[in-house]
Nanobody, 125 residues
Framework: VQLQAFGGGLVQAGGSLRLSCAASGRTLSRYTVGWFRQAPGKDREFVGAIRGSNSITVYADTVKGRFTISRDNAKVTVYLHMISLRPEDTAVYYC???????????????????WGQGTLVTVSS
């Protein structure tokens, strides 16, 4: 499945932003979708994920309480709602998707075969 992540931009610290992840030509209803980010000079890291089977969500400790993942009713798009943004949230954000990702593997990049191209989020102080 081809994924596209979009919605990034420049925002001031304390602000909010919503990223979207959409699949071309199909819904994401059966897919577990993960969000990852890569800050300049750092490794890509897990942000959060929503399971396809039951829409359970898990988050990295660094974003818990500030970021929320949801699906639209048609399950065509998965969103990453970000509030109380901090300069350290600055990164390229990627969405990834796969079917049958087990709960214990949600945080692992290797669990996802399908990746979007990334969208840049810049948080100014």
């Amino acid at each position: 499945v081809q994924l596209q992540a979009f919605g990034g931009g420049l925002v001031q610290a304390g602000g909010s932003l919503r990223l979207s992840c959409a699949a071309s030509g199909r819904t994401l209803s059966r897919y577990t979708v993960g969000w990852f980010r890569q800050a300049p000079g750092k490794d890509r890291e897990f942000v959060g994920a929503i399971r396809g089977s039951n829409s359970i969500t898990v988050y990295a400790d660094t974003v818990k309480g500030r970021f929320t993942i949801s699906r639209d009713n048609a399950k065509v798009t998965v969103y990453l709602h970000m509030i109380s943004l901090r300069p350290e949230d600055t990164a390229v954000y990627y969405c990834a998707a796969d079917i049958g990702v087990i709960l214990s593997s949600l945080r692992q990049q290797s669990a996802y075969d399908n990746w979007g191209q990334g969208t840049l989020v810049t948080v100014s102080s």
